[in-house]
């Protein structure tokens, strides 16, 4: 109840909700009569849990943000919302996204235009804009979101939460509406790193409904955490941290660069070491994730053709009932990515556009692998600059998509990163919050989540 007066006193303000649930309080119910027969009501219970309206329930709308699945219900729900449930979670409602995960602000909705807690004239971050106010503002405890290129992180950043993106093939994807699959993953948001770690136990594992989803289990990720009284004076002792060089230069704030300097110098007083690391392939990062991603989107966006799913336009032969769906489904940006996706598969320009694009991704992957050699974790900025205002780049796509460069080049090489708080910088009424990015190895989100939450 607390929850939700809280949910319904704040949402005016923010548009984090595409749809809120009518049956919490029922479920609630549930679970104290549960209770109150001595049965098992599981780790989640009664925990308030925000979806991303990209991921599936089948009690819900599931819109992904777009006109072209405007009232649609999914027969089904996603892999991470079944277990969620099952586990006691609640699913209090749907959180809004820049329409099918593609923007960095939430303005890309086709419905409406979420605001940052921090200061309601600023945008919240995207993809996951919803799911990471909602978070912040208190209107529920925990939040799923995707991450194809930072959609998880870049939010959590500009709305000064905990954001995690799970290694590739950690979460099953089943469920999830497609955007980049070989980029794809769902996370996690919490306003503590201990929740988001244990909402990613509840949602990771293999899945034999999505064949990319690994068979490494979900390890309670939280269950080697110091208690805080039991850190002693060093509690990081010998971890090799590299900083990111090239996260720090030009076209970085400065106010941004010297808060996660100082998050450096906080991780060396905790017993770290941390140096300086060159990833000197990392601006390729951009140009490579922005013709991937509009490639696989390209492809994956076929299926919305006003016969399978959501609005159909009156047409009187097939190939117009396509284009019309399709002209009036889909929003200026997604037919951008479409557009630019099928320029770069077709077959004159496929060699140098995509092939290039997966050579670079090589790299990239190879120039991480190496780096993770020799530290335990790389730290940089989880973006250039904290929340900037409500319409200020939603007319230049390319400023828009400069200020991926921290996260793509993770999604490309498919590893594990977590955001948090670390600081502010001037702005809004109160400051504003700067994300601190921890990148880690393939699957060593124990490591990533434990050193997290000491720093916390
Ligand atoms: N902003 C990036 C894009 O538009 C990342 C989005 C995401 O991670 N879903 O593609």
Known sequence: ESYLSRLRLVEPHLNSFLH???????????????LSRNEDIGPLAGVLVGVKDNICTADMP???????????????DATAVKRVKALGGIVVGKTNLDEFGMGSTTEGSAYKVTSNPWDISRVPGGSSGGSAAAVSARQCAVSLGSDTGGSVRQPASFCGVVGLKPTYGRVSRYGLMAY?????????????????????????????????????????????????????????????????????????DHGVTSTVQRAASHLEELGCTVKEVSLPSFSLGLPAYYILASSESSSNLSRYDGVRYGSQAAAEELNSLYGDSRARGFGAEVKMRILMGTYALSAGYYNAYYKRAQQVRTVIRKSFKAALDENDILISPAAPSAAYKIGEKKNDPLAMYAGDIMTVNVNLAGLPALVLPCGFVEGGPAGLPVGLQMIGAAFDEEKLLKVGHIFE
Do not use: M
Not at 23 to 32: G, K, T
Not at 214 to 226: E, I, M, N
């Open 180 to 252: 980049a699959s070989s980029l794809d993953v769902i996370g996690c948001f919490g306003s503590s790193v201990a929740d988001a770690g244990i909402l990613l136990g509840a949602i990771s594992g293999h899945d034999r409904l999505d064949a990319t989803s690994s068979d490494r289990g979900a390890p309670d990720f939280t269950a080697h955490f110091p208690p805080a009284d039991a850190f002693g004076a060093k509690p990081l002792q010998g971890l090799r941290v590299g900083l990111i060089r090239e996260t720090l230069d030009s076209g970085v």
């Open 20 to 34: 809120v649930s009518d049956s919490v309080l029922r479920e609630a119910q549930e679970i104290d009569d549960k």
């Open 62 to 76: 599931s819109t992904g943000g777009s006109r072209i699945l405007e009232n649609y219900r999914p027969p089904f």
